[in-house]
């Protein structure tokens, strides 16, 4: 399962400067104290749901001092934090316009923004490297760092950053952060890393009071992996009846999630079955289309019926990057490389953000143009 999961980006923030010329003298150090007062929430939330009310109280900020470049860098921060990408968008081209009046510091994070929201790890990984060089104390670089080589799968560098990160949280700290803990047992776990150490660290998550689901989800499957099945039948239950009593998802999701959960502990079978449940309580589902088309892609004997589970998905979606990979791919079984390869590059170019499965798709069918004798690529674990 891919989570997709609204982290980013930076957190220390200087005061603002030169408000005298920004607002009105009555109302300077009230509209610095507000602005004060949301940077100190944004470096230490309570939880992960304070974002979108951190950006509205930036939004009234800079309605008084609309060249506060600082705040408005810091919302956009909390607008990607909150999910509303979109709205990141649109006030990052009003930094964009101001760029010639940004410090070097202020430029660095407006890259690291820029990077983020265009879906290129690479270029944001390369800015927050040198901002840490610039606050090595700064916890949150060492967490943005994480989730963005978690885009790449780089799971021993998430590790890495985690860890350093968690060094420096400080005993004042009031924040939760189950969701950082569930990408540290993801990582653990997906970077063949000690289970145990996986279980660990979802267990950090789930004692906390804003717990997250997907926390849940991965300490079941560290349980698993670590040979604990009655610890992680139990932790998956309860998942479970989380998720069915919030009512947010539907039973045929709630399936496809499971699928994915066994297949990521390589239980072909029971994730086949649970994905195939899953579609028959949401034949219009297009992930569980590309879910079990792509399991198929790979089961033997399985080709020709996930192709048609893809196709199906592309006559609903016939832009979405993942099925146009799952689509490629499935050529490329097929030995239809170059056709796979025209494919996988539409997958590329149709946005969505950065996807290391589809890169290693196009390394993978890349390779055998140039090398037919090469064997074909090994099965590419994650959906």
Request: some cysteine.
């Amino acid at each position: 399962m891919r989570i997709i999961v609204p982290f980013a980006v930076l957190a220390i923030f200087q005061p603002l400067a030169a408000w005298s010329q920004a607002a009105p003298a009555a109302n300077a150090a009230a509209t610095n104290a507000a602005y004060l007062a949301a940077r100190a929430q944004f470096e230490n939330p309570a939880n992960r749901f304070e974002y979108a009310s951190i950006a509205q109280q930036l939004r009234d900020v800079l309605e008084v001092a609309p060249d506060a470049h600082d705040a408005r860098l810091l919302r956009v921060a909390a607008l990607i934090k909150a999910g509303d990408r979109r709205a990141a968008g649109e006030e990052m081209k009003r930094v964009v316009a101001a760029r010639d009046k940004l410090d070097e510091t202020q430029h660095l994070r407006l890259r690291v923004l820029a990077a983020n929201l265009a879906g290129k790890p690479q270029e944001e990984i390369r800015f927050l490297t040198q901002l840490v060089d610039r606050e090595p104390e700064n916890r949150w670089l060492q967490y943005e760092l994480a989730r963005a080589n978690a885009d790449l799968e780089a799971y021993a560098l998430v590790v890495q950053h985690i860890e350093q990160a968690l060094a420096l949280d400080n005993p004042g700290d009031r924040w939760e952060a189950s969701w950082l803990h569930c990408l540290h047992s993801k990582a653990l776990l997906r970077g063949g890393g000690d289970p145990r150490a996986a279980v660990a660290a979802a267990l950090a998550g789930r004692g906390e009071a804003t717990t997250w689901q997907p926390t849940l989800y991965r300490l079941a499957l560290a349980q698993y992996a670590s040979g604990d099945a009655d610890g992680g039948g139990k932790s998956l239950d309860e998942y479970v009846e989380s998720v069915r009593r919030e009512g947010r998802m539907s039973e045929g999701a709630i399936q496809r999630n499971l699928g994915l959960f066994f297949y990521e502990l390589r239980d072909y079978k029971q994730a086949e079955k649970h994905l195939r449940d899953g579609l028959e309580l949401g034949p219009e589902s297009t992930y569980t289309l590309r879910a079990l088309g792509y399991l198929l892609i790979e089961k033997p004997g399985g080709l020709a019926e996930g192709k048609a589970l893809i196709e199906r998905g592309l006559e609903k979606a016939p832009n979405d990057a993942d099925l146009l990979d799952a689509r490629g791919w499935a050529l490329y079984r097929e030995n239809r490389a170059a056709e796979g390869y025209s494919w996988l590059r539409r997958a590329q170019l149709a946005g969505g953000g950065y996807s290391q499965r589809i890169a290693d798709h196009l390394a993978a069918v890349a390779a055998e143009l140039k090398d037919s004798r090469r064997p074909p690529a090994p099965h590419t674990r994650w959906l």
